[in-house]
């Protein structure tokens, strides 16, 4: 059982939808983070928040945009997407104290696809 | 900067035989290293971390990396493959070490596994 949640699991969208991908972790941490997995391509890093503050944007097109209302919850809100954008979008969480500081926590992933 | 560099997208084993996942990395700053594993249709699982201290490095379903810094290399075994181990591996570089205030990760392109009967 995964300590960190996404939902939906899976989303098919078009150019002109706007939804959200919701993240919620039980872990007590305090970092969270957005990344894109596209295939055949790395880990991308697109948003890092450390106690509910931006601290890191990878060049993420503004057509993505982030909310972090609390340490325990992040949200991607999507508008007017790419079909390019179609990936598996993770959501993690880490603490930055203890024996597991800077280790990610991964949910199970968002699996986005647009037409 | 930090980068990873995983030799191989697709390796192929048979059952019993040995697993060798190649990893090196180039880091400004003592390194964290980590191994994720990703099964089809779910998340990224720890297999394993070094960050200070014993070299050699035990994770979970009996893989092991032992970390050499001069060659900047993290492989990832495993003695005896088995069937269920099919699946793709990560390996990750940390800055943690450099003083951030959190772990921002960087990965290597994936290597997938692939266990043969």
């Known amino acids: 059982e995964t300590g960190v949640t996404q939902t939906p699991r899976h989303l098919v969208m078009g150019m002109t939808n706007k939804k959200s991908l919701k993240c919620e972790q039980h872990l007590g941490h305090n970092a969270m983070y957005w990344y894109k997995q596209s295939a055949k391509k790395p880990l991308e890093l697109m948003f890092v928040y450390n106690f509910k503050e931006q601290t890191e944007n990878n060049s993420v097109p503004s057509r993505f945009s982030p909310e972090c209302p609390n340490s325990s919850h992040l949200f991607l809100h999507l508008h007017t997407l790419q079909p390019e954008d179609s990936a598996l979008y993770l959501c993690?969480?880490?603490?930055?104290?203890?024996?597991?500081?800077?280790?990610?926590?991964f949910g199970e992933g968002s699996r986005l696809t647009v037409l | 900067a930090q980068s990873v560099t995983q030799l191989g997208s697709h390796v192929s084993v048979s059952e019993g035989a040995l697993v060798l996942l190649r990893c090196n990395y180039s880091s400004s700053v003592p390194p964290y290293l980590f191994w994720y594993v990703q099964y089809p249709n779910q998340g990224l699982q720890l297999l394993l971390k070094y960050t200070t201290g014993a070299t050699l490095v035990k994770g979970i379903n009996g893989f092991e990396a032992e970390f050499k810094k001069s060659e900047t290399s993290f492989h990832l075994t495993k003695p005896s493959a088995h069937m269920s181990d099919a699946a793709e591996y990560f390996c990750?570089?940390?800055?943690?070490?450099?003083?951030?205030?959190?772990?921002?990760?960087?990965f290597g392109q994936g290597t997938i596994l692939t266990v043969h009967p």
């Open positions: 993690a969480s880490s603490p930055l104290l203890g024996s597991s500081a800077g280790e990610l926590f």
């Open positions: 990750a570089v940390s800055d943690l070490a450099g003083g951030t205030s959190y772990g921002k990760l960087t």
